[in-house]
């Protein structure tokens, strides 16, 4: 009879002995076909006498055969193998088998291969035969696909060992028995340490070596060579030949597998466990067993990790760790239904994976104390936790019982393609043929029993950590640790809107190995798995998870420590969720985050969400570059103060903490600082080469965005420096003087640099001079009588415009007044009224020419744009600044409602700039922060729509654009009538 309900069986017996009975397969072309293979086949070997002694034999296997091809092909290829098969009992014919492989010496690799093939496809038949004839239990089964892969890596081994000796590259002290004191052994883990194998299991294992053991010919061989053994005795084991494949080699549970070699050397991996190694990866060492190669050394290197596995005191805290592995996986009691089409029966909710962990959770706990429990097997172990008193007998029972349902309901599953895969077809059709296969005639009869046995499971699980806190709320499967991907979370990952959750998972579980600084240490690794979930739920929020995931990762790459940010991050959700928004919706200040990880270090301060006119930014600037031990230190200081505080003005403007208008001006308070700060460390560094001008005054005018007070995130700071000695004077009086003009320009050179180049720790800003009188043409620097002359009586219209929005933001307190007075009188020459409109209007029209857009996005230069708005404003200042010199003022908001309060300005006008100049501002600011390139809304994340929609007070995007529309028609409409037309069209 056939295995019905996963309960033992009588085995061992012989399947020609046993009274057969399979239901018949549904597929008739299949079973026509398959009789006609067995007619032509039942004459070799003695089939033919076999049938007519047990007749029940022909329609067993016609009924198997039809209903799993891979059955098919192993059975029909060979008559005297399917007789052998059918008359050995499993345990002797698995004995036979694997005494073949031991007593293997090939000469060549392919002669390995394929005598290997040879005795896993004879045992895949014998184990196939027994389990579906009920000839063998389950227990069975499993260990006698583990004693072939054993028998198959020893082999392997061995002429891998043999062939190095015969090479010249190692001296075994035994020829007869190369792996005997070889150094290189392969260790079993998972279900193949076990002894657990299931049928089309890949076989999971880690190598070894111990180059101080090894009887290398050149000591300094030992990793060359060791990991081109290993790649061929992968190449052995699963490369696809004529014959087949012996068992797929999976070498990823070696410590850290994407940055270590597939052969590792003792020392490595015991400095790796003590250090970086993870409560999952003590999990999985429980089954670790040595099974090939030199089994001395693999036993005492298994020895060494004890400590590690088995801590000596009851290790409650790992099971919040070990619980992660499945810990979304809704085992909690009363959540929902099991829906069996397309369950994954092994990593699925009350499947195979929670019956291990049941057990493996427990042996963590208890393991390092009592002996006992520290037993490889999961079935075994489950007696041993009855007989210590850890769990009841009926758990046990109900445990039990299901592990051997749901190991064989996974042999059936990939009995019939050889597929390695745990999930129930999707179809009824499928589930009916894997029903057939364990002997159920009607498809209900086996879902009931499955089903009962996933809920039993299912429950005993969710008892084990119903009292752990559960972090991943209620958004469905989370699973980042062990060695592959959880079904449940891809699926999870997918639906939240990840479009790469296989990715995901990959960059998560990397985290876990400690190869960044960050998480390096248990407690930060830690740390991050519970803050891992809420992070997960925050990145969705953005819009774009998967480039959000990407700059998190690039971030953690770079961040020095982890534990303190982690922490913080995990009690402070608002937090995470602004670092999340910066991920997912600017990715220039997410470049800049990536780029310099130690901007973060700002967010720790308490005050990071309070802005107010932050007076003492100079002073801590000061005290910070007080610290430095030489000028590049200076530097390097400068651009790190920099970086942070713009990042806090940037992150404060994503929160709505403060407004673009504030972010403006806090923007342009700290490049003041900045270039007022450095101004006076580079001038006196400069003073130590080459002294003092006699009679020096300096000052620097701040002109454009930064005069203004405007500056946004990627503004370049628009300067001139202006410069005073005594004529007298010839050089300076230092080391290496300088003559009078030289030694201004060299000073303003220094300055350039400081602010400009590229150091490690990045760069400032970029500084434009060109609004100097003399442009790029000449000196960098310019003397105050130079910059007076050129003011009185040469400057341009436009010049002039610019000279709206100069203001002194550094130098010497006893020049300042000199330069606002020059300032005055330039502005203050009489030019009439109509040549400054012309020359505003011919201005305004090449540039339109020239830069003219009519993209509603490009905030600066579509027309009724910004250029509009602050032209009006300039041209208000140089006609009527004279007799109105509140006007005067560097910042266009101000100046326009200045010039309104003083009627020069209408209040329908002013009803249309001041709010247009505001809204421009706001979108700016965001684009700024947030965009790299171009913004199309339509390519655009929806987060930053959102942002920006938000920051302009509209309720979407649409509405923003229309808004903007709707505004820069209406500045343009006042632009052409308090200046006139910029089309020629309109103008003729």
């Not at 597939?262 to 003590?274: D, G, K, N, T």
Request: aromatic share 6%.
């Amino acid at each position: 009879m056939t295995l019905k309900s996963g309960e033992p069986s009588t085995g061992p017996s012989i399947v020609a002995d046993r009274d057969l009975m399979l239901p018949p397969s549904a597929d008739d072309d299949r079973v026509r076909m398959v009789r006609e293979r067995l007619v032509e086949l039942r004459a070799d070997g003695g089939l033919d006498a076999l049938f007519q002694s047990n007749t029940s034999l022909e329609a067993f296997l016609i009924s198997m055969c039809a209903d799993a091809p891979h059955i098919e092909d192993l059975a029909l290829r060979d008559g005297e193998r399917l007789h052998r098969c059918l008359t050995s009992n499993l345990s002797d014919r698995i004995n036979e088998l694997t005494e073949n492989a031991n007593q293997l010496r090939p000469e060549t690799e392919a002669e390995l291969m394929q005598a290997l093939r040879a005795i896993k496809n004879e045992a895949a038949l014998a184990i196939v035969l027994s389990d579906i004839s009920g000839a063998a239990t389950v227990e069975e089964v499993i260990q006698a696909l583990s004693d072939i892969a054993d028998a198959a890596l020893r082999a392997s081994v061995r002429f891998l060992i043999n062939n190095a000796r015969i090479a010249g590259k190692m001296n075994p002290p035994d020829p007869d028995d190369p792996e005997k004191s070889c150094g290189y052994f392969v260790i079993a883990m998972g279900k193949h340490g076990a002894g657990e194998l299931n049928y089309s299991s890949d076989i999971d294992v880690i190598v070894f070596y111990d180059p101080e053991r090894a009887p290398l010919a050149d000591p300094l061989d030992a990793s060359p060579l060791f990991v081109r053994m290993t790649k061929q005795l992968v190449k052995i084991m699963q490369d696809r030949t004529p014959d087949g494949y012996v068992f797929r080699t999976d070498l990823r549970l070696r410590p850290d597998p994407g940055a270590t070699p597939v052969a590792m050397s003792v020392i490595a991996a015991l400095q790796y466990y003590e250090s970086m190694g993870q409560n999952w990866e003590r999990a999985a060492l429980i089954k670790a067993r040595t099974v090939a190669g030199d089994i001395e050394a693999g036993v005492a290197f298994l020895s060494e990790l004890r400590p590690f596995v088995w801590r000596k005191y009851l290790d409650y805290a790992a099971i919040s760790d070990v619980q992660s592995i499945k810990r979304q996986i809704h085992a909690h009691k009363g959540h929902g239904e099991i829906a069996l089409a397309g369950h994954n029966i092994k990593l699925g909710r009350g499947g195979i994976r929670e019956i291990e962990f049941f057990v493996q959770t427990q042996q963590l706990i208890a393991g390092g104390r009592n002996t006992n429990l520290r037993g490889l097997r999961t079935l075994e172990m489950l007696d041993q936790l009855v007989e210590e008193g850890w769990i009841a007998e009926a758990a046990r029972d109900d445990m039990q019982a299901a592990y051997r349902f749901l190991r064989s309901v996974e042999h059936r599953i990939q009995m019939i393609n050889d597929e390695q895969t745990q999930t129930l077809p999707a179809d009824d059709a499928g589930i009916a043929r894997i029903a057939r296969l364990m002997g159920y005639g009607e498809i209900s009869d086996f879902t009931a029993q499955l089903l009962h046995h996933l809920e039993a499971v299912q429950s005993h699980y969710a008892q084990l950590f119903e009292d752990e806190p559960e972090l991943a709320s209620t958004i469905g499967n989370l699973v980042f640790t062990g060695d592959e991907d959880d079904p449940g979370t891809l699926e999870t990952l997918t639906n939240l809107g990840f479009e790469r959750p296989k990715e995901v998972t990959r960059t998560i579980r990397s985290w876990h190995f400690g190869r960044y600084p960050a998480t390096r240490s248990t407690q930060a690794r830690e740390r991050l798995t519970e803050l891992t979930p809420a992070l997960i739920d925050a990145l969705v929020k953005t819009d774009n998870a998967d480039a959000a995931l990407a700059a998190f990762d690039g971030f953690l790459q770079k961040l020095p420590a982890g534990v303190q940010l982690f922490s913080l991050l995990r009690s402070n959700p608002s937090l995470l969720h602004l670092l999340a928004t910066i991920m997912g919706v600017a990715p220039r200040l997410a470049d800049t985050v990536v780029r310099r990880a130690h901007v973060l270090d700002s967010v720790l301060d308490p005050a990071f969400f309070g802005l107010g006119e932050d007076e003492g930014l100079e002073s801590r600037l000061e005290s910070m570059l007080d610290e430095a031990n030489y000028y590049e230190d200076v530097l390097d200081r400068a651009r790190i103060f920099g970086q942070e505080q713009m990042f806090l003005i940037g992150t404060r403007l994503l929160s709505g903490t403060i407004s673009a208008a504030q972010a403006g001006h806090g923007y342009a308070r700290l490049a003041e600082a900045l270039v007022g700060t450095l101004l006076t460390r580079v001038r006196a560094e400069f003073e130590r080469n080459h002294g003092k001008m006699p009679g020096a005054r300096i000052a620097l005018l701040a002109m454009g965005k930064l005069g203004g007070r405007e500056t946004t995130a990627t503004s370049d700071l628009d300067l001139i420096l202006l410069y005073d000695f005594d004529e007298q004077a010839k050089q300076s009086d230092g080391e290496k003087p300088l003559a009078g003009s030289q030694y201004f320009i060299r000073l303003t050179q220094r300055l350039v640099s400081a602010l400009s180049a590229p150091t490690a720790e990045g760069q400032l800003y970029e500084v434009d001079f060109r609004l100097r009188p003399s442009g790029n043409s000449g000196p960098l620097a310019t003397h105050i009588n130079s910059f007076r002359a050129y003011q009185a009586d040469q400057a341009w219209t436009w010049e002039r415009m610019a000279l709206t929005r100069a203001r002194v933001i550094a130098g010497d307190d006893d020049f300042i007044g000199d330069i606002e007075q020059t300032i005055t009188d330039g502005l203050d020459r009489d030019v009439p009224a109509q040549t400054i409109k012309d020359d505003v209007l011919t201005m305004r029209r090449r540039i339109e020419a020239e830069k003219g857009v009519d993209d509603v996005w490009d905030i600066k230069n579509m027309p009724g744009g910004f250029i509009d708005v602050e032209f009006i404003a300039q041209y208000l200042i140089l006609v009527h600044g004279k007799a109105h010199p509140a006007i005067r003022d560097a910042n266009t908001e101000i100046a326009l409602s200045r010039a309104s309060e003083a009627g020069i300005l209408s209040p329908g006008d002013a009803d249309v700039l001041l709010p247009a100049i505001r809204l421009y501002h706001d979108v700016a600011q965001i684009l700024k922060l947030a965009v790299v390139s171009s913004f199309d809304p339509d390519k655009a994340q929806g987060g930053l729509r959102g942002l920006l929609a938000s920051a302009a007070g509209q309720p979407d995007i649409s509405s923003l654009e229309i808004e903007l529309r709707r505004t820069r028609e209406a500045v343009r409409d006042c632009f052409e009538r308090l200046i006139g037309p910029v089309s020629k069209t309109q103008s003729e």
